[in-house]
């Protein structure tokens, strides 16, 4: 292969990120979940990227694992599989637990691991002709290293159905599953919804996007409820750092916040509708 496994483009606070193997769908193989894992580290503690948008070139998102990289496992041994899924754990922990908003960009299959990666985005706009599907019970497996994900992104119900039936599912049914967020009907569409999408999450203050996304993943624990401690301690903190206190200000003053600096106007277009 010439070029990377995965791209990074980035334009101002948004970096691109593409699966670079269309010919074979954006499909996992080693070198790629390293790769992909890699760029989500690095990106993660870039203090000028502030959203991340991951797609997939050519057809397909993703098609979940890449049948020459299968048929290299076939013969390994428990432990060499349990490094490997591992690796791929690792992978989706590292997206989920990003501190950046992570928008996916799905225009055609989202298939087993692939769905993983839709699950792990913050928010996923899909083009109408999207397909996705957890299909790995069909080869006698199980979708085991990313269904916390999902079953917290769609539910144990509806997880229990696609796992179980390896069934694939249209973008609107995924909508309605809460997979993903917005169906757009032609690509042109979604590119242009992408940048709606990222142009909101701009608006929001750079570490309070980290702490809301944490606030989303630890809501789902039985036990949250109780924690009032740790939300009230987490709520003074944001109120009190130099963050927190721009925004306020800036609130109370009608004007852009500093973080949206050269572009604060143009994206910040609404501001009136908000203080009125």
Request: glycine residues 8%; proline residues 4%; negative net charge.
């Amino acid at each position: 292969m010439s070029e990377s496994s995965v791209l990074v483009e980035k334009t101002g606070p948004v970096a691109h990120v593409t699966l670079n193997r269309p010919e074979v769908h954006n499909a996992f193989d080693d070198t790629l979940i390293r790769k992909l894992a890699s760029t989500f580290l690095a990106l993660g503690t870039d203090d000028t990227v502030r959203v991340v948008v991951l797609s997939g070139a050519g057809r397909s998102f993703c098609a979940g694992a890449d049948l020459n990289w299968m048929r290299s496992t076939i013969d390994f041994d428990e432990a060499r599989n349990a490094h490997d899924s591992q690796e791929l754990a690792s992978l989706y922990e590292i997206i989920d637990t990003c501190p950046k908003a992570v928008i996916g960009r799905v225009q055609g299959a989202a298939i087993g691991g692939g769905c993983g990666l839709v699950a792990v985005c913050d928010v996923v706009a899909a083009s109408a002709r999207a397909r996705f599907g957890l299909s790995e019970v069909r080869l006698g497996l199980a979708p085991a290293v990313i269904s916390p994900y999902v079953v917290r992104k769609i539910g144990s119900s509806r997880a229990r159905e696609l796992f179980l039936t390896g069934e694939r599912i249209d973008a609107e049914r995924a909508y309605d599953y809460g997979l993903v967020h917005r169906v757009c009907e032609t690509e042109l569409a979604l590119d242009d919804r992408v940048i709606e999408l990222t142009e909101s999450l701009l608006k929001g203050g750079p570490k309070a996007i980290g702490a809301c996304k944490e606030l989303a993943r630890e809501a789902d624990r039985p036990d949250w409820a109780t924690e009032t401690g740790r939300t009230s301690q987490l709520i003074a903190s944001l109120r009190t750092s130099p963050e927190g206190q721009e925004g306020m200000r800036s609130f109370l003053e009608k004007r852009p916040p500093e973080w949206l600096q050269e572009s604060g106007e143009e994206v910040y277009s609404d501001v009136g509708e908000d203080r009125e």
